[in-house]
Every structure is written in C-alpha cells, then in structure tokens.
C-alpha cells in the first residue's frame, strides 16, 4: 500500500479537540480555525511546503467517535493507516480508520477496517 491517498480520514474515540489541535500543530504547523459550532470545527493551514489544507474535525460522527477528515492531503502521512498510527501514538485514544484506498469502480464499499487502541491493531467491521 504504497499509494498516496488524495484525502484522509480518521475517527477519534471521544476525541478531545485541544489534544487534536496540538497534535496537528505539531506535526502540520499552525491552523486557523475558519469555523466552530457545537458539532464541527474546521481548520485552514498550509505545510511545511506551502500547499494549503483543509481540516474537519466532526463530533460524534460515529456514536463516540469524531471524523478527522483532511480534505486534502498535504499531510506526512500516506494513508489513513500511517495518520492514524500518529494520532495513537500522540493522544493515545481509539483510532479508527481505513486500512486501504476508496475505488470508484469497487463493486462494494466495504473497506477493510483497522482499530488501533491499547491492545494492538487489529481488523474489525463497523
């Protein structure tokens, strides 16, 4: 799985929006906040090599889970599967994520799914 995805996205347990603010600060660099309500924040910012991104962190996407969704990926990661190992290692909160790329020519859209958490990483279905 060597392909660069063209967008990523995560789904954070409880997601704590200060300890994903910081984690993307840290890695991406700085964000302007471009929209918050109760249910979404949505951040702007540009890389390390000057290409512009946008963020969507969405409350309770997912039952407890937030969407994590970089519209564009001008992150370091290559795919859903490396940003979520990051985002595990940093805030060490149930990361869910795909473990391979959207075909629109797949007959089916059921991805492959991956859990990371305290005990390991492991495939799981929705």
Known sequence: MT???????????????????SWLQQDIGALEAIKTTEHLIQWHCQNSDGESMDIHLTFKAEKNFASLWFK????????DLSAGRRAFEVMGQEIRCSDSGWK????SDEGGWIKLNHNGEKPFSW
């Open 104 to 107: 629109e020519d797949s007959a």
């Open 72 to 79: 564009q990926n001008k992150t370091p990661w290559d795919n």
């Open 3 to 21: 392909d660069r995805f063209p967008d990523l996205e995560l789904y954070i347990l409880n997601a704590d929006p200060e300890a994903v603010l």
